[in-house]
């Protein structure tokens, strides 16, 4: 959607005039990507922030890919076969859909679509629009179904539906499972170069770093990638490296000090990752989620290093942003904080609360609120957690296991957290003092 020249961004959001350019959503938390010409919601920019715990997907790739997706001609393949009811209409049914999709009203379609699957339960591309909408909205996991039977009724639609589900389990962090997805080419298209920097991002949060960093080597220089890059070189135990790669003139500021502080925090230097996030502080847009994320920053430092009080104080402050997903993160560890304190109590109203106000659907937030569910009792139990954990590529099984063992009083979860962490990962130093180490 087109703003008007006159009209100011953040008062053109207000009004409802600019759509986020990955999923569609739209009001005055609507932010213009930094640099670019695109727009993003929080949930959509909130991809980017958590380099230490292995869930940053480079946006490149989110906006190539669900771009893709979005725009592609709606007049695909025929199926195989017509369906039985004889009083629909595939090119109709088709035509009407994509209008949907394509005007990016994925909420609107989705009861459309569950009217027209009543009617042919068999088509393959109603299911395929189906995992669309659930992927651009963000509920990864709800996708996974539909573009499975898709892609096992129309093979001509395997490779679309290939990386589509590569995409979604890999932002659930099940990369193990993502990785045969994105392994598979999609020829002839213009995004492949997105599939392969997905595959590049899932092979490093399998830690096959070098794998990783060949197929970076080919792709085109860009924010996403130096991220990459940076996080792959800390973990083989090239710090110098990866220090050299945040020091280049074309990086701005703020990333720049986010990094950094991030790699002293692993190295146990946490005063000096808190004097680069605050120096970096003033030169934060504040019409952009750039503070937030150097304050999310900040918490996890505080967490690192057991200051108990001002991680209370500065979660408490946090939880109460505008933005979903860094909220839903602040809430999160304020409920780890009280835990590590022995506040149960308050940690499981803060857990009550967490529920109560986030979409606990969300994608990014799958394995927080899973967490808040287990803690409130008793639907998620611990067996629950223990499977998803095995599931999870290691840089974030080991918060899931962290939980476990603040929330059992069980040592043998911290011993398995200490085992599941690459390198010095975030809660890496939480864990070692659990575990006695």
């Known amino acids: 959607m087109e703003t008007p020249e006159k009209i100011p961004v953040g008062e053109a959001a207000a009004r409802d005039l600019l759509a986020c350019s990955v999923c569609g959503a739209t009001g005055a938390g609507i932010r213009q990507a930094e640099g670019k010409k695109h727009f993003l919601c929080a949930a959509c920019e909130a991809r980017g922030r958590r380099w230490s715990r292995g869930a940053i997907v480079a946006l490149v790739v989110v906006l190539g890919v669900v771009g893709w997706i979005r725009f592609r001609p709606s007049s695909g393949p025929a199926p195989s076969a017509p369906p039985e009811d004889p009083g629909f209409d595939v090119a109709r049914a088709e035509k009407a859909v994509a209008g949907l999709m ?181 030169r934060a847009d ?27 104080e500065g979660a408490a402050e946090l939880a109460g942003c505008s933005h979903p997903i860094t909220s839903g993160e602040a809430r999160y560890l304020l409920v780890l904080g009280r835990l590590m304190a022995g506040k149960r109590e308050a940690a499981v109203a803060a857990a009550r609360e967490f529920l109560g106000k986030m979409d606990i659907e969300l994608g990014l937030l799958r394995m927080e609120s899973l967490i808040m569910q287990h803690l409130v009792g008793p639907r998620i139990t611990t067996e629950v957690l223990a499977t998803e954990a095995s599931q999870l590529n290691r840089f974030r099984a080991n918060d899931l296991y962290f939980y476990l063992a603040l929330a059992t009083g069980d040592a043998s979860w911290a011993k398995k957290a200490a085992e599941s962490t690459p390198g010095h990962n975030f809660p890496y130093h939480a864990i070692q003092r659990l575990a006695g180490k």
């Open 286 to 312: 504040p019409k952009s989620p750039e503070l937030l994320r150097l304050k999310e920053a900040e918490l996890q430092v505080y967490l690192e290093q057991g200051d108990l009080g001002r991680l209370e």
């Open 102 to 282: 394509q005007a990016r009203k994925y909420r609107e379609a989705i009861p459309e679509l569950g009217r027209l699957l009543k009617l042919s339960p068999d088509e393959p591309f109603l299911h395929l629009y189906l995992g669309e909408c659930f992927i651009n909205l963000g509920y990864f996991e709800a996708s996974l179904q539909p573009f499975k039977f898709a892609m096992a009724g129309d093979p001509q639609r395997e490779a679309e539906c290939s990386a589509s589900l590569g995409m979604a389990l890999q932002m659930l962090s099940h990369s193990a499972q993502a990785r045969p997805f994105l392994e598979k080419e999609f020829k002839g298209s213009k995004f492949e170069e997105s599939r392969l920097q997905l595959l590049a991002e899932c092979l490093i949060d399998l830690e096959r770093y070098p794998e990783g960093l060949k197929i970076l080597e080919g792709q085109p220089p860009g924010p996403a990638a130096l991220r990459t890059r940076h996080r792959a070189l800390v973990y083989m135990g090239r710090p110098d490296d990866a220090r050299k790669v945040c020091e280049k003139a074309d990086v701005p500021p703020v990333p720049r000090a986010i990094m950094l502080s991030l790699q002293l925090r692993e190295e146990g230097d946490f005063e000096g990752a808190l004097r680069l996030l605050r120096e970096a502080e003033p």
